[in-house]
């Protein structure tokens, strides 16, 4: 069932898989977090710690988290609205 | 369990027929419509889907987003990664199953593309020849939780530093643990002041980075 989740970056992690680069981020807000893996990635441009965002995915449970693979996803900027938006 | 299989070869249709008489809702998904015909009344209940599993309409058709796993088992690996990594990003599944096709693909075959359980038939047969032939070399049986944790066995070489040593003296390392030995046609459940012997069959669970420790306490 896809979601959409407004939140903001609080964590960014590389999680590399066999030598192989992913991106965890955790977005959350102060009601939860979810988290978006980024696969074959080591870094997403505007992806930065503070940075809002909204992400456009299905998500899996995965332990006691929910993760979203390879999301869309639009970058905010509090003052002017979305920055841009990024289909898959 | 919802399951979906991808891929109505010999393999497919053989786990859907398992997993249906299992009781589980199986949905085998196959292009040529000719297997279909041929198949469909052998495979126990199982429903039969036509399509391109690469295809996301043709995954929503069959009602992916309700299945529990899916086997992407056809005799293709681009197909088997491309259906894995959509399984997973589109959809969700909780658990996505591979099928290697070439050996020399494997290192593909996880997170990266949305697998997180391979299975590549030579490399499980490898691993049962090499353990019904080897002594004294350290081989790997089964890995799971992601490649986190592997099941290995040794064959005690008369020459292991291992020999004549209780299992607590061996000073394995924290992150492994023997789980079971094979003596003589016997299992032996081990505890820490079990004596091991030469021949000895010790299968043992090794998680994080620890096999570097572990095959030295058993192999030298």
């Known amino acids: 069932m896809p979601v959409r989740v407004r939140g903001q970056v609080v964590r960014i992690r590389s999680r590399p898989a066999r030598g192989l680069p992913s991106l965890a981020v955790t977005i959350g807000d102060d009601t939860g977090s979810i988290v978006v893996v980024w696969t074959g990635r080591r870094a997403i441009g505007g992806i930065t710690l503070g940075r809002r965002l909204i992400v456009d995915g299905v998500p899996r449970r995965v332990g006691r988290q929910l993760e979203l693979t390879n999301p869309g996803y639009t970058l905010l900027d509090e003052r002017r609205g979305p920055v841009q938006e990024h289909a898959k | ?70 086997a992407a088992v056809t005799g293709d690996d681009e197909d088997n990664l491309v259906i894995s990594l959509l399984a997973k990003q589109e959809f969700g599944v909780p658990r996505v199953v591979a099928r290697v096709n070439n050996p020399d693909n494997e290192w593909m075959f996880n997170e990266m593309w949305g697998v997180d359980v391979s299975v590549s038939t030579p490399h499980l047969l490898t691993g049962l020849v090499e353990e019904a032939v080897n002594v004294g070399a350290f081989v790997r049986l089964l890995s799971f939780a992601q490649g986190r944790a592997r099941l290995a066995e040794v064959t005690l070489a008369p020459g292991s530093p291992a020999v004549d040593k209780a299992i607590s003296n061996l000073g394995l390392p924290r992150e492994s643990t023997i789980v079971a030995l094979l003596r003589r046609d016997q299992v032996v459940v081990p505890r820490g002041d079990t004596v091991l012997q030469g021949g000895d069959e010790v299968i043992v669970l090794v998680t994080g980075d620890a096999e570097t420790d572990v095959r030295r306490a058993l192999v030298g």
Do not use: F, P, Y
């Not at chain 2, 997993?19 to 085998?28: A, E, F, I, N, R």
């Open chain 2, 1 to 70: 369990m919802k399951v979906v299989i991808a891929g109505a070869g010999n393999v497919g249709r053989h786990m859907a027929v398992q997993l249906q008489q299992s009781g589980h809702d199986v949905t085998l998904l196959d292009q040529d419509a000719g297997v279909i015909e041929r198949h469909r009344r052998a495979t126990a209940g199982a429903t039969w889907a036509e399509g391109d599993g690469c295809e996301i309409d043709t995954l929503r058709r069959i009602g992916l987003a309700d299945a529990d796993v899916i």
